[in-house]
Nanobody, 114 residues
């Protein structure tokens, strides 16, 4: 069993920045972030394996950056140029293999509003 603890959400104005962090209880290959806005399905934001190979949703490319600290079992999501449409609950995700069982964090709210 893998526990994921997220931090870093909040309220920010359009154009602002936030950094999300997620600490896993143990070493795990794939770590990333999904988000879910009200009335919408959960969607992939960014994913990284332990070798640093990354995958981003088209909507966040060039604005968001995912990074890992494998020694700390931690994944980060640096979000710049935030837009109101980025408003959602962001969930940390982890799995041992690309199509393996998904572990989820509790979610952290990100609200982009003036």
């Amino acid at each position: 069993q893998v526990q994921l603890v997220e931090s870093g959400g909040g309220l920010v104005q359009p154009g602002g920045s936030l950094r999300l962090s997620c600490v896993a209880s143990g070493s795990i290959n794939y770590m990333g972030w999904y988000r879910q806005a009200p009335g919408k399905q959960r969607e992939l934001v960014a994913l990284s394996n332990s070798s640093g190979v990354t995958n981003y949703a088209d909507s966040v490319k060039g604005r968001f950056t995912i990074s890992r600290d494998n020694a700390k079992n931690t994944v980060y999501l640096q979000m710049n140029g935030l837009k109101p449409e980025d408003t959602a609950v962001y969930f940390c995700n982890a799995k041992f293999s690309r199509y393996g069982y998904d572990y989820w964090g509790q979610g952290t709210q990100v609200t982009v509003s003036s």
